[in-house]
């Protein structure tokens, strides 16, 4: 079967808000420029449309119906994914991979800035008998749970998670998409009131708007697209046994996450740590980059803030994790954020990262988590 790769990129927004765009607009826009990188026309080279997105998030029924016409869709083989972006790139990449498709496209977008119930929706969708009814202030406590059962179980301190958000809203500093980077050290972020412990805001990803879609073609196509393709060597995608966390999740642990890691690794060919040059990675909560780094394989468990520690984890360290500045400074995007990640990876590969460029980079993996309370995570390992 011929190999998948991406051919093009195109996106919107990285804001805190967009008030001057609906977010059909927005997926227009962002789906305009990746036909136009990957020299394309969607009304006659583009097999299948793919749209992430979920009814919740939008604020409206069957909101696949508004998919179709903003990416180019319209009366064309167009489906919608209710889950993170890089799920999408996953059914793409399936449908490539039966010889039936060439070029399909992908978009995933979130608009935050609009949703007026925010924490009502993360209430709604928690367990209805055991935990919706409490009485608590704020639905993401669960992601405190988890950090202070992952710090006891490796032994990482509050200082490293706070070492994280460091780290990342100054990497963020470089990169035109980070809308939330700032100059900050270790001493200020620990002495912040915290929002959800043992969090604080730096610690804890805020919202913006974007949306981003991506162009992947099988190998044929990809040669005569682009001169630098890059390649999908795998993907998996995996949610936890369970319909709630409460029940079946085992705190300070991310079990999809090394499930997902597990069948992108094997479609790779590969056993265990994929030997990559740099990682995007999950870090809407601080101590995720940590988790994920372990869960995914790249580092043994309790190594992750040794590691950190020791700048092992920095632009210039052995093993760079979130060099544009991760989730802490761009923002979570709802169902867009796993494509954000995977953005700032293709960026990297092709050596268009800008001011965070990495040198000499070969191969990199990407890792997403949807986010409390779902406990699906996505992994992709990429390659040029």
């Not at 009814?55 to 029924?61: K, Q, S, T």
């Not at 992947?216 to 005569?224: I, Q, R, T, V």
Request: proline letters at 4%; one cysteine or more.
């Amino acid at each position: 079967m011929s190999r998948v790769a991406i051919v093009g990129v195109g996106w919107y927004g990285f804001k805190p808000t967009t008030i001057d765009v609906s977010f059909q607009d927005m997926m227009f826009e962002s789906s305009a420029r990746a036909y136009a990188n990957a020299k394309i026309d969607p009304r006659y080279d583009v097999d299948a449309f793919v749209d992430c997105q979920e009814d919740m998030w939008e604020g409206i029924a069957i909101s696949d119906e508004f998919a179709p016409e903003p990416i180019g869709g319209a009366l064309r083989p167009t489906f919608t994914v209710a889950g993170d972006g890089l799920e999408g790139i996953a059914h793409a990449y399936m449908l490539i991979k039966t010889g039936h498709f060439n070029v399909v496209s992908v978009e995933s977008h979130g608009k935050p800035s609009e949703i007026k119930t925010l924490q009502d929706i993360y209430r709604f969708a928690l367990d209805p008998l055991h935990v919706r009814p409490l009485d608590y202030v704020n639905p993401l406590f669960y992601a405190g749970l988890d950090a202070v059962a992952y710090m006891k179980r490796t032994g990482a301190k509050r200082e490293h998670l706070a070492m994280v958000a460091v780290k990342n809203k100054n990497n963020g500093l470089s990169n035109e998409r980070a809308s939330f980077s700032t100059r900050i050290d270790l001493d200020y972020v620990l002495s912040s009131s915290y929002s959800i412990y043992p969090m604080t805001n730096y610690e804890i990803a805020p919202f913006s708007d974007a949306s981003i879609t991506f162009v992947l073609a099988n190998e044929d196509y990809a040669k005569k697209l682009t001169e630098n393709p890059v390649w999908i060597e795998g993907i998996g995608y995996s949610t936890e046994t369970g319909t709630g966390a409460t029940e079946w999740h085992e705190w300070g642990k991310m079990k999809s996450f090394r499930s997902a890691a597990l069948m992108a690794y094997k479609m790779a060919n590969l056993n265990g740590n994929p030997q990559v040059d740099f990682a995007e990675i999950e870090d809407r909560f601080s101590f995720m980059e940590l988790l994920a780094l372990e869960e995914t394989m790249l580092v043994k468990e309790g190594e992750a803030h040794k590691m950190l520690e020791k700048g092992d984890l920095n632009r210039d360290g052995f093993l760079p994790v979130n060099p544009s500045g991760g989730s802490l400074s761009m923002g979570v995007q709802l169902e867009a954020t796993g494509l954000s990640r995977l953005l700032e990876a293709y960026l990297q590969l092709t050596g268009k990262a800008g001011n965070h460029q990495l040198k000499n980079v070969r191969r990199g993996l990407v890792a997403s988590w949807r986010g409390v309370p779902t406990y699906t995570s996505m992994v992709a390992l990429l390659s040029v």
